[in-house]
């Protein structure tokens, strides 16, 4: 039998290596998150960065799932929340809770294309896009991405299908002054809806925004210096 010469086999060991790319698959989420509804019994989900119904006008980077999560804390702290709002025949409406880096970066992307105004009628009309991230309404970095930060509204509790929202004065993402909650452009049963969920997310350890009445962030969150990129799934 004829034996391979040096030069052969030292040539298979040097042949390159046909490599085939992978995409690197997505990190779990880290322990110390959950699920909000399985946390927060009722709370109505309209999580809207899943959907198409968003200032961006498409579904978001990193949502996979109308499924938001938080960390246990920030889910303890709403389940509070909405046990009290409960007593009154009210609840919580979810809109947004950890968001993904990816997400954050995806409107990053959207604010620097000038040609894309879709939107604008509905979410920005009295703001040039141009000054949405100047402003302050949209940011390169975001406290949701930490997992204990949530965009929410009061529902009223009934046979109504589904729960209708109570008044504040302008639609969630609506950027401009009015959605300020100290701005005294609303009625003022609207400002005493935005007084009513600013209370009771306070009474439970949150802090608000002051150009977003929606926006809640925990004030004492377990992951204070850390953004996460895990999907929401």
Known sequence: MKHPSFAMVLSLILAP???VPCEAADPPAPKGFVHVEDRVPGIVIDLKYATADNFVGKPIDGY????PMLTWTA???LRAVQTDLNRFGLGLKLFDAYRPRRAVLD????VGDPGDLATKPTHYPNVPKNQLFR???IADHSSHSRGSTVDVTIVALSDRQPPRELDMGSD???FDELSWPEN????????????LLRFVMEQHG???YEQEWWHFTLKKEPFPETEFDFPVE
């Open 206 to 208: 949150f802090k608000p």
């Open 184 to 195: 005294p452009g609303p009625s003022a049963q609207q400002r005493a809806n935005r007084a």
């Open 135 to 137: 402003r302050e309404y």
């Open 75 to 77: 889910a303890n702290a």
């Open 17 to 19: 290596v046909l490599l």
């Open 172 to 174: 969630f993402d609506f």
């Open 64 to 67: 996979l799932a109308a499924r």
């Open 107 to 110: 409107f990053m992307r959207w």
